[in-house]
């Protein structure tokens, strides 16, 4: 069964020399940093994606016509962010009036194909998004995933929105709860919410045959 989870924290530890080595390279090097993350090349990064190759260009297509929509009601003023996982769109920011945050949310769940939307934009006279800030944190979580053994980077979708971070994925219940913890000791995280689907173990193997399945280290 399909289902959705949030879950909220606030937390900060320091980074390990090994993540923070990573963080660097995506923060010089940011239009690489999937294949920094990966530590793969080309297609490979992609196989790991735990969506359908059509999933992942339904995906892209939802995230353009949403903000086509957004940018249509919203104009010249700030708008906030979309991303979308496996036809889930996930909105982010702030906007001035309920207004605009009702519109968006009906603009963009009359899509073709999205499924639900989870609609966490904050009301607010000014956008106080802090972008590059935003972007640092984003690449440090994906590097402490990447650098945690247990875990596939590939499989988590990460944005990030002024100390924020939203974990979206499909992932069994073991692998939503590591990576809700690790993401609450990096410095800088405020809060974490999960927008995950959760799967068993047995639907993860049926969905990424011949791959085997990321145990849990030993204790």
């Known amino acids: 069964m399909t289902h959705f989870i949030a879950a909220t924290r606030v937390s900060s530890s320091r980074l390990k020399p090994s993540v923070v080595a990573v963080v660097l390279l995506v923060s010089l090097l940011s239009g690489c940093a999937p294949l920094i993350l990966g530590g793969m090349v080309g297609?490979?990064?992609?196989?790991?994606?735990?969506?359908?190759?059509?999933?992942?260009?339904?995906?892209?297509?939802?995230?353009?016509?949403?903000?086509?929509?957004?940018?249509?009601?919203?104009?010249?003023?700030?708008?906030?962010?979309?991303?979308?996982?496996?036809?889930?769109?996930?909105?982010?920011?702030?906007?001035?009036?309920?207004?605009?945050?009702?519109?968006?949310?009906?603009?963009?769940?009359?899509?073709?194909?999205?499924?639900?939307?989870?609609?966490?934009?904050?009301?607010?006279?000014?956008?106080?998004?802090?972008?590059?800030?935003?972007?640092?944190?984003?690449?440090?979580?994906?590097?402490?995933?990447?650098?945690?053994?247990?875990?596939?980077?590939?499989?988590?979708?990460?944005?990030?929105?002024?100390?924020?971070?939203?974990?979206?994925?499909?992932?069994t219940e073991r692998e939503a709860n590591r990576s809700s913890d690790l993401t609450r000791s990096i410095s800088g995280v405020k809060k974490v919410v999960r927008v995950f689907e959760i799967v068993t173990d047995a639907e993860l193997i049926d969905m990424m045959p011949g791959q085997p399945p990321v145990s849990a280290p030993a204790q």
């Not at 800030?133 to 596939?152: G, P, R």
């Open 43 to 171: 297609g490979s990064l992609v196989a790991a994606d735990r969506r359908t190759g059509g999933a992942q260009l339904e995906d892209q297509a939802i995230e353009i016509k949403a903000r086509g929509r957004i940018k249509d009601i919203m104009g010249e003023r700030d708008a906030p962010s979309v991303a979308s996982y496996n036809r889930v769109i996930l909105l982010v920011g702030g906007v001035p009036t309920e207004a605009d945050k009702s519109n968006i949310d009906q603009a963009v769940s009359r899509i073709p194909n999205v499924r639900s939307v989870v609609n966490e934009i904050s009301i607010q006279s000014i956008n106080v998004s802090t972008g590059l800030s935003d972007a640092v944190l984003t690449s440090k979580v994906k590097a402490t995933l990447f650098d945690a053994k247990d875990l596939q980077v590939a499989a988590f979708k990460v944005v990030s929105n002024n100390g924020v971070v939203y974990l979206m994925g499909r992932v």
